[in-house]
Nanobody, 114 residues
Framework: QVQLVESGGGLVQPGGSLRLSCAGS????????MGWYRQAPGKQRELVAV???????NYADSVKGRFTISRDNAKNTVYLQMNSLKPEDTAVYYC????????WGQGTQVTVSS
């Protein structure tokens, strides 16, 4: 089992940047496929980006070219670099670890507004 804690959310103006972090503890972090998801008010949780244990990445069409997912297994941390933020990126962002079972963090709020 792994415990996940997200950080780095906040209020940013349109066009700005944020970097989210998800720190894991517990079992060996490197074995997990990691993902970032988000949920806006009144909407379903949706996939933003994933990075596998081998380092392969995939992104939602809505964030391609603007967001970058990466991981540092030595620090047990996965990151989401978010650039060119738009108001529609406003949501609670969640980190998920998968090894056949699924583990979620508590989420961090991102608000994009002028």
């Amino acid at each position: 089992q792994v415990q996940l804690v997200e950080s780095g959310g906040g209020l940013v103006q349109p066009g700005g940047s944020l970097r989210l972090s998800c720190a894991g503890s517990g079992r060996i972090f490197s074995i997990y496929d990691m993902g970032w998801y988000r949920q806006a008010p009144g909407k379903q949780r949706e996939l933003v980006a994933v990075i596998t244990s081998s380092g392969s990445t995939n992104y939602a069409d809505s964030v391609k070219g603007r967001f970058t997912i990466s991981r540092d297994n030595a620090k047990n941390t996965v990151y989401l670099q978010m650039n060119s933020l738009k108001p529609e990126d406003t949501a609670v962002y969640y980190c998920k670890a998968s090894d056949g079972s699924y583990y979620w963090g508590q989420g961090t709020q991102v608000t994009v507004s002028s």
